[in-house]
């Protein structure tokens, strides 16, 4: 098992920035991949990105040219940079790790809230 601590969340007007961190208990590169989800109100939890072991990254297509999912081996920690946001990306935002084809942690959440 892995222990996520998701960051960054908060209030902001839309267009602007966000920089959401999510920090491990263990090696980043220890997992298959590592990425970032969401739920929105009224809404079932959707993948917004993912980055593989080897690098690889996969977006939303909602979020595709805004997002960036990145790592930092030295902190564990992933990084998810979004710019030029809008009210719909209002959700609160999850971490997820996945160690196995079939065992995966998850963080806590952290609110995101994007003003019109």
């Known amino acids: 098992q892995v222990q996520l601590v998701e960051s960054g969340g908060g209030l902001v007007q839309a267009g602007g920035s966000l920089r959401l961190s999510c920090a491990a208990s263990?090696?980043?590169?220890?997992?298959?991949?590592a990425g970032w989800y969401r739920r929105a109100p009224g809404k079932q939890r959707e993948l917004v990105a993912t980055?593989?072991?080897?690098?690889?990254?996969n977006y939303a297509d909602s979020v595709q040219g805004r997002f960036t999912i990145s790592r930092d081996g030295v902190k564990n920690t992933v990084i998810l940079q979004m710019d030029s946001l809008k009210p719909e990306d209002t959700a609160v935002y999850y971490c997820?790790?996945?160690?196995?084809?079939?065992?995966?942690?998850w963080g806590q959440g952290t609110q995101v809230t994007v003003s019109s």
């Open positions: 997820n790790a996945r160690m196995t084809p079939v065992q995966s942690s």
């Open positions: 263990r090696s980043i590169f220890s997992f298959i991949a």
């Open positions: 980055i593989t072991k080897d690098g690889r990254t």
